[in-house]
């Protein structure tokens, strides 16, 4: 049984920092996409980082520079360090993954996989 636990979530002003953590448990780490998402109420589902299996890293345009995502192999634990926060971050963010396509992102970003109930970010 997979499950993925986020933490870390909470408000925060704006130019302020944020770290989100996921417990995952159930799954062979190494071997998933894990990847951030972000949904904002009346707002499309936006990816703000992924890291594959190899450990690379991909961000959003509207987060690069600002935020780094991280994984801890041994610890099942995949990170999210959010810097410079504007209001515009503010939404619930979510944890993922998914091994559907081995060490690429792709599956993830169609949504396949496993999912977190999610943490609540606001920025004011």
């Known amino acids: 049984h997979v499950q993925l636990v986020e933490s870390g979530g909470g408000s925060v002003q704006a130019g302020g920092s944020l770290r989100l953590s996921c417990a995952a448990s159930?799954?062979?780490?190494?071997?998933?996409?894990m990847g951030w998402v972000r949904q904002a109420p009346g707002k499309e589902r936006e990816w703000v980082a992924l890291?594959?299996?190899?450990?690379?890293?991909s961000y959003a345009d509207s987060v690069k520079g600002r935020f780094t995502a991280s994984k801890d192999n041994a610890q099942n634990t995949l990170y999210l360090q959010m810097n410079s926060l504007k209001p515009e971050d503010t939404a619930m963010y979510y944890c993922?993954?998914?091994?559907?396509?081995?060490?690429?992102?792709?599956?993830?970003?169609?949504?396949?996989?496993?999912w977190g109930q999610g943490t609540q970010v606001t920025v004011s």
């Open positions: 159930g799954l062979t780490y190494g071997r998933y996409c």
């Open positions: 890291i594959d299996s190899l450990g690379s890293t």
């Open positions: 993922a993954a998914d091994g559907t396509y081995g060490t690429s992102c792709y599956g993830l970003t169609l949504g396949l996989g496993y």
